[in-house]
């Protein structure tokens, strides 16, 4: 009986969803993006307890077996301590997935609150806010993180850290535009006229609305902030050699490169295709939660 | 002269912007949790010496004296000593920049020239196998790890192939044109050294390819978006029953139309590019400012990084404003707002 029932109080939503899973599932960028994405976290859950070798994570050292060209036993082959590139590789997912958590949160929750301020309140709060995040975004993200790590000193925390601080700013003009267009919408206003006190229309009207553009940035900005946060290990300034992460595991992997390019080519196959998947995951989320952006 | 006007207020809102640059990168090197006196003096440096340079440097007085300090010294060019090597950081720079600006200036038009064709034609022949390329591109060039890549094609075309130099900007047997911009392929173009602008050539190849990947994917996914939008609008459906030959309608009203958003993405993109080097330069020994800010970030050298940091910014913004008058020109529209 209340199978009958549900049906028809939520008809109208459940088309709606059937539909909007529907222009997700029709494209097939969308979908390799989500398996992508998957993937990429279930190797992040469960990889490290399925991995061949999990004591090469560890900085094992297996010197007999140097620099082996991938083979049935290390399928990825070996790097110059002689451990599993494969193990190592899929150990570093952990590491990308928390780096990428640590600074999308970060940079939402700094850039969020001060996106609604800016955009909501209008005026000189707006001015003032939105001045000092143009003056961030004036200096290239990568640069500016460099020069925060030099002060702080290099590692993976603080390479953590001076991406966050770099990373808000997007958020700031997104919302900001957002909530600038909703502001003016004919049911806001009519909320207010209504006696609704802000923190009503923030909670009940423009939070609610920010969540689409929101959720489609931060799967994008998942997969930028890994490679930025590789790129820091890459130059020196992130994640330090031994730890097995990706973008440290290249910068050793250079130095053997010529004869031994497998070391470097698997971990940044990984950062490729993770990236790619967030990207495509976003761009799929986009078409799916905003249609009228999609693109041909 | 509204133009004008608007050419004034651009270069006001640019002063407002240097001085928030120079509040953060200020902010950045006296407000970080290190000790700025024990960063400048090296990681050798005695408790006495740190004090001495705390002295030197003034970060013995209040932060408001020491801000006026670092903008006085800002307005004449004194950006601190490198204490690797004891140079001028603005001297370096002026080293630098140059090999850094070449790099950047080729990829950009690279991007430019390849992308805005290569978009305009996918958006003609929308769902070819062209199209369909072009979709790929656009996807994976930003996905693109440019280090790894860059070693990719070290592989590929250096080592394996033998076609292309590895790394640096010329060889070690050639000399260098005497300088006239610095940049070692215009000045051997305006000096008439043929034989040492195609070898400079064949060394820029890989770095700037590599370094315009993703903005060439980026141009040619805006660019596609924009024709394709812009071929559907009611004026150019009008200028084609009018009998506009269709080379005119997409080659000049419709591309001169789409290439609005295209040219933000070119202003984006530049900021893009000149971060980047810090990754192409590393792998390709290409002796810019990118290679400059990572080796004395690694070193914990401190001023030139903030050197780098300031010159970066500087030149950003400055782009910034030559696309913002370039947008002006293009849309009549956008000059008064």
Request: glycine residues 8%; positive net charge; proline residues 6%.
């Given at each position: ?209 920010c969540i689409s553009p929101l959720v489609v940035k931060a799967s994008m900005d998942m997969g930028l902030a890994i490679l930025a946060a590789a790129s820091l290990g890459f130059v020196g300034l992130g994640a330090r050699p031994p730890a097995p992460e990706w973008g440290a595991m290249i910068a050793v992997a250079r130095g053997y490169m010529p004869d031994w ?12 295709l993770t990236v790619l998947g967030f990207n495509l995951l976003g761009d799929g989320l986009r078409d799916m939660l905003d249609p009228r952006s999609a693109r041909g | 002269m509204a133009t004008l006007r608007t050419i004034l207020r651009r270069l006001a809102l640019l002063g407002v912007m240097l001085g928030g640059l120079v509040l953060i990168t200020f902010t ?310």
């Amino acid at each position: 009986m209340s199978a009958i029932a549900i049906p028809n109080r939520h008809a109208a939503l459940l088309r709606r969803l059937r539909f909007v899973v529907w222009t997700f599932t029709a494209s097939a960028s969308a979908m390799a993006g989500l398996a992508l994405v998957a993937a990429f976290l279930l190797l992040a859950a469960f990889g490290p307890a399925l991995v061949p070798y999990p004591d090469d994570a560890r900085g094992a050292m297996h010197l007999a077996q140097r620099l082996l060209p991938p083979s049935g036993a290390h399928w990825f082959g070996t790097d110059e301590m002689g451990c599993d590139i494969l193990t190592r590789v899929v150990v570093g997912t952990r590491t990308s997935l928390w780096v990428g958590l640590t600074i999308t949160g970060i940079a939402a929750a700094i850039g969020v609150p001060l996106g609604v301020a800016a955009g909501y309140l209008g005026g000189r709060a707006r001015a003032t806010i939105m001045r000092i995040t143009d003056v961030f975004l004036a200096v290239p993200g990568l640069v500016l993180a460099l020069a925060i790590v030099a002060a702080l000193g290099p590692g993976i925390l603080h390479g953590v850290v001076a991406l966050s601080l770099v990373w808000w700013p997007g958020y700031v003009r997104l919302i900001e535009a957002k909530a600038l267009t909703l502001r003016h919408e004919p049911y806001v206003e009519a909320a207010r006229t209504m006696g609704a006190g802000h923190a009503w229309v923030l909670a009940r009207h423009i939070l609610p609305n920010c969540i689409s553009p929101l959720v489609v940035k931060a799967s994008m900005d998942m997969g930028l902030a890994i490679l930025a946060a590789a790129s820091l290990g890459f130059v020196g300034l992130g994640a330090r050699p031994p730890a097995p992460e990706w973008g440290a595991m290249i910068a050793v992997a250079r130095g053997y490169m010529p004869d031994w390019w497998w070391y470097s080519f698997f971990p940044g196959l990984f950062i490729f295709l993770t990236v790619l998947g967030f990207n495509l995951l976003g761009d799929g989320l986009r078409d799916m939660l905003d249609p009228r952006s999609a693109r041909g | 002269m509204a133009t004008l006007r608007t050419i004034l207020r651009r270069l006001a809102l640019l002063g407002v912007m240097l001085g928030g640059l120079v509040l953060i990168t200020f902010t950045v090197s006296n407000v970080a949790p290190s000790d700025p006196a024990a960063l400048a003096a090296g990681p050798d440096a005695t408790r006495a010496m740190i004090e001495t340079v705390r002295h030197e440097y003034g970060l013995d007085q209040s932060l408001p004296m020491q801000l006026a300090r670092y903008v006085a010294d800002l307005l004449r060019l004194r950006l601190g000593r490198s204490i690797q090597t004891g140079n001028q950081v603005a001297d370096d720079l002026a080293r630098f920049f140059p090999a850094t600006m070449e790099l950047v200036l080729l990829s950009m038009l690279f991007s430019v020239l390849a992308g805005v064709p290569m978009g305009l034609w996918a958006a003609v022949r929308r769902n070819s196998w062209f199209d369909h390329a072009m979709r790929a591109l656009a996807v994976s060039g930003v996905a693109l790890p440019a280090f790894w890549a860059a070693l990719l094609l070290q592989l590929v075309f250096a080592v394996w192939l033998g076609w292309l130099p590895t790394s640096g900007q010329l060889s070690v047997a050639t000399a260098p044109p005497d300088p006239i911009t610095g940049m070692i392929l215009l000045d051997a173009l305006l000096r008439g050294q043929w034989a040492v602008f195609a070898e400079a050539a064949r060394y820029a190849v890989l770095p700037a390819f590599v370094l315009a990947l993703p903005s060439l994917a980026a141009i040619v996914r805006v660019n596609r978006a924009e024709m394709i939008e812009v071929l559907a609008a009611d004026y150019v459906t009008a200028a084609r029953a009018h009998g506009v030959a269709p080379r005119r309608v997409i080659g000049w009203l419709a591309l001169r139309n789409a290439m609005l958003p295209t040219l933000a993405m070119i202003g984006l993109r530049f900021g893009w590019t000149l971060g980047s080097t810090v990754l192409v330069e590393t792998v390709f020994d290409w002796p810019g400012i990118g290679l400059y800010a990572v080796n004395s970030a690694i070193a914990s050298d401190f001023k030139p990084v903030m050197g780098v940091t300031l010159a970066v910014g500087v030149t950003f913004m400055l782009t910034n404003l030559l696309i913002d008058l370039a947008y002006g020109w293009l849309d009549p529209r956008t000059r008064s707002a």
